[in-house]
Nanobody, 116 residues
């Protein structure tokens, strides 16, 4: 099983990034996919979740209206489009796969830094 995040980097405030998480080794279309983030000295927090079929999406209040989560089950990939980035969005972003009654999986994380 692998979840491999990509797309992180350094961006100026107000800029955009698109994170990707490529999944393999499990039935991707049966799993709820989420993005979490962890800033230095803080606990890991949920950013956004998308249902297995993609019809339902939920966002944490700090990112509502700025981030969009999406998935392509044919490509076994989940995305996080991040716009209007703020310095407080700086964190390591992690991809998570979850299914009721089954083991959850985590990616290794990708660093997002929002700074001048």
């Amino acid at each position: 099983v692998q979840l491999v995040e990509s797309g992180g980097g350094l961006v100026q405030p107000g800029g955009s990034l698109r994170l990707s998480c490529a999944a393999s080794g499990f039935t991707f279309s049966s799993y709820v996919m989420s993005w979490y983030r962890q800033a230095p000295g803080k606990e890991r927090e949920l950013v956004a979740t998308i249902s297995s079929g993609g019809s339902s999406r939920n966002y944490a209040d700090p990112v509502k209206g700025r981030f969009i989560i999406s998935r392509d089950n044919a490509k076994n990939t989940v995305y996080l489009q991040m716009d209007s980035l703020k310095p407080e969005d700086t964190a390591v972003y992690y991809c998570n796969a979850a299914r009721s009654g089954w083991k959850a999986y985590w990616g290794q994380g990708t660093q997002v830094t929002v700074s001048i």
